[in-house]
């Protein structure tokens, strides 16, 4: 009987201990997910109403594109060299073609298009350059749909740089 009772005894302190074990598990499983929520709880944040003041993350202010341009119209991009750099490589996607890569119009695009290096273009207003890529010229100088008004206005800007020294 006595033996009976001490083997009844090791069995429930045995299970009694893996009892202790799961509840810490559970503890401490508890404490991760509440961590969890309260890191997350960030996320959960509302969004933005109209009419919130804007916070940029980026640090330069953008620039306001003016909604109708003439020939008058200055490249409103105020960094002039960082437009002209983004501008290349949209020039070459875009205008190579026809206009050649220094704008000579060494392409074989025939008839030959207007020299962006020299003749006129160089003297050009920034807004009549716009214009002309915004909306196209003539029958053989297609509008590019494709180029945003700032890219234009990138474009605008690297063309700029073409003028010859
Ligand atoms: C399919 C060929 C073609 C492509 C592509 C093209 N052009 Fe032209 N471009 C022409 C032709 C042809 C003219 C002359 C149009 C006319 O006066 O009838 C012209 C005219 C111009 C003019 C005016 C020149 C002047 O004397 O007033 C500018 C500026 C110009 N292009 C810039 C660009 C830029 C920048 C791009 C790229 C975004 C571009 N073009 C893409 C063919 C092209």
Same mark, same amino acid.
């Given at each position: 009987m006595r033996k009976k009772l001490e083997l009844w005894f090791e069995s429930w302190s045995v299970y009694y201990e893996r009892l202790r074990v799961a509840h810490v598990l559970m503890f401490a499983l508890l404490l991760i997910l509440l961590g969890c929520l309260a890191c997350s709880s960030k996320a959960n944040e509302p969004a933005p109403k109209l009419g919130d003041p804007v916070v940029s993350t980026t640090p330069v202010a953008p620039v306001a594109l003016p909604t109708e341009v003439t020939k008058?119209?200055?490249?409103?991009?105020?960094?002039l060299a960082a437009a002209s750099a983004k501008g290349k490589p949209l020039f070459e996607q875009n205008c190579v073609f026809c206009h050649g890569a220094t704008g000579a /119009?060494?392409? =074989?695009?025939?008839p030959k298009p207007p020299t962006l290096n020299a003749g006129d273009v160089p003297q050009d207003p920034d807004g009549e350059i716009f214009l002309t890529i915004k909306n196209?010229?003539?029958? /053989?100088?297609? =509008?590019?749909?494709?180029?945003t008004d700032e890219q234009i206005w990138q474009v605008t800007a690297y063309v700029r740089t073409l003028a010859k020294k």
């Open positions: 008058e119209t200055k490249n409103p991009l105020t960094d /119009s060494e392409g =074989a695009f025939e196209g010229k003539g029958k /053989s100088m297609p =509008a590019q749909k494709r180029l």
